[in-house]
């Protein structure tokens, strides 16, 4: 089996890689990145989780022409959420490569600091069509030396009604480019843009089903009436911890949220219907354990890349099976175990069949279930509290300086301290519950790195 080191990629990513603790490239990876280091375009259908963003970005950051300070990739995706992740990602393996700036321009994030960003454009751009398209019309952004154009999840843009944003995005680039799409399905739309925004494209698909092998898929029969009290049972009889609800509405998410939170369960919703700050809340939140359970709809289903992700409970159907595989392929990513539990009545047995994913590793009995909820007396409550930051990368906070100031003012010992995030104007750290508020007022009577920043406790 080939190793990164074949594939010829820069030593910088190879180093990266490394750190990372990344040999063996996966299937997507091998076969798209000898072809995209060649130029060629490309069409790759891959399963969720396994490594389609470095597969594509790796190949960017490879022919990035560091002493130039111009956009020179694009990668268009659907959703903020993707955004950032993709970002994320990216900047872990261009992490060793002196002058690279990697950007990410979204809905929900402050226009005035993308506008002043492009004084000094990023080499890569990460964003959403919307945001983009913007930033095009009020000419702040300059395609002129785009030589690569990555559409990413080429199905959702579609969905999500992003058609006339591509067209306009492709129109400004270069006619000279490496054009590269990625797509869970290939319906009529993305076969037309295919044919529309791509030369001669290489098609390459690593598999046809996008739930990893080691997910385990089990059913649970009840009606309609029984799906919350199902919820219930369920989670009482499971470690709770990681675990994303999906449901179709905005107006359940909610209801089954307050019901769960009533029961003394440790959870937010996540839907269309929340402000962005409320959204990034409940994601750090349930990234670094303090939250144990989302409820949300499939705005979560793309771009949730989490690495606590244990469970996924689909308490309703999506309207269709790849929504249901989108869903599903959320946890069991990167090799990682998971188990997809997916409470059915008679009518949704039907459209399992028509999916053709009648076949379910297990059913669950509900007086099994039950049993197991009596016997169990999991810790509903979560163990940590988050402490919010109102200082990040910008002000050359890191994740060292947080621990240190933990441990200094707040007298926490290193293995206390749970996830931290750096963000670009703030920052969250995990603490253990019993010792949050004596964390909140050591914290804001001391320093971080030499000065003094508002400490406050996430609600």
Do not use: C
């Amino acid at each position: 089996m080939a190793t990164f080191k074949d594939l010829k990629l820069k030593p910088e990513l190879l180093q990266s890689l490394q750190d990372l603790g990344f040999s063996t490239p996966t299937p997507i990876q091998a076969s798209a990145i000898p072809v995209l280091l060649q130029g060629q375009d490309v069409v790759g259908q891959a399963e969720t989780g396994s490594g389609k963003t470095a597969a594509f970005g790796l190949p960017l950051l490879h022919n990035i022409d560091t002493n130039l300070q111009q956009v020179q990739a694009l990668v268009v995706v659907p959703t903020r959420e993707l955004a950032v992740q993709v970002r994320k990602e990216l900047k872990q393996y261009g992490k060793q490569i002196d002058n690279m700036k990697i950007g990410a321009f979204y809905g929900g994030h402050a226009f005035s600091e993308e506008r002043a960003s492009l004084a000094h454009p990023p080499q890569l751009l990460i964003g959403t069509p919307g945001r983009l398209t913007d930033h095009l019309n009020r000419r702040t952004l300059d395609l002129t030396f785009t030589k690569q154009l990555v559409m990413d999840e080429g199905d959702k843009l579609l969905e999500m009604g992003f058609e006339e944003e591509i067209d306009q995005l492709v129109a400004a680039l270069p006619s000279q480019r490496q054009t590269i799409l990625f797509s869970a399905t290939m319906p009529e739309g993305v076969k037309k843009l295919i044919a529309d925004s791509l030369h001669n494209p290489r098609f390459i698909q690593a598999t046809s089903t996008t739930i990893p092998d080691q997910v385990k898929l089990i059913g649970i029969r009840a009606d309609h009436g029984q799906r919350q009290e199902m919820v219930l049972k369920l989670l009482r009889s499971i470690k709770a911890g990681g675990t994303v609800v999906f449901v179709n509405t905005r107006a359940t998410a909610d209801e089954l949220t307050a019901l769960l939170q009533a029961k003394g369960f440790s959870a937010k919703p996540l839907h269309g219907g929340m402000e962005q700050p409320e959204r990034d809340k409940a994601m750090t939140l349930f990234r670094n354990g303090t939250t144990q359970i989302l409820v949300a709809t499939d705005l979560a289903a793309r771009g949730l890349d989490i690495d606590a992700l244990r469970n996924i409970i689909h308490v309703e159907l999506p309207d269709d099976a790849a929504s249901y595989l989108h869903r599903s392929g959320r946890t069991g990513r990167a090799g990682n175990s998971g188990t997809v539990y997916t409470i059915i009545s008679s009518r949704d047995e039907q459209k399992l069949r028509e999916w053709n994913l009648q076949h379910l590793d297990e059913w669950l009995l509900v007086a099994a279930l039950e049993k197991a909820a009596a016997k169990s007396s999991p810790d509903k409550a979560a163990a940590f509290a988050t402490l919010y930051i109102n200082g990040g990368r910008k002000d050359k906070i890191s994740p060292k300086d947080i621990v240190g100031a933990l441990i200094a003012e707040a007298r926490l010992k290193a293995d206390q301290i749970g996830k931290i995030e750096v963000q670009d104007r703030q920052s969250f750290v995990a603490v253990p519950l019993q010792a949050a508020k004596t964390a909140v007022e050591s914290l804001s009577n001391g320093k971080i790195k030499g000065r003094k920043y508002k400490v406050g406790l996430v609600k």
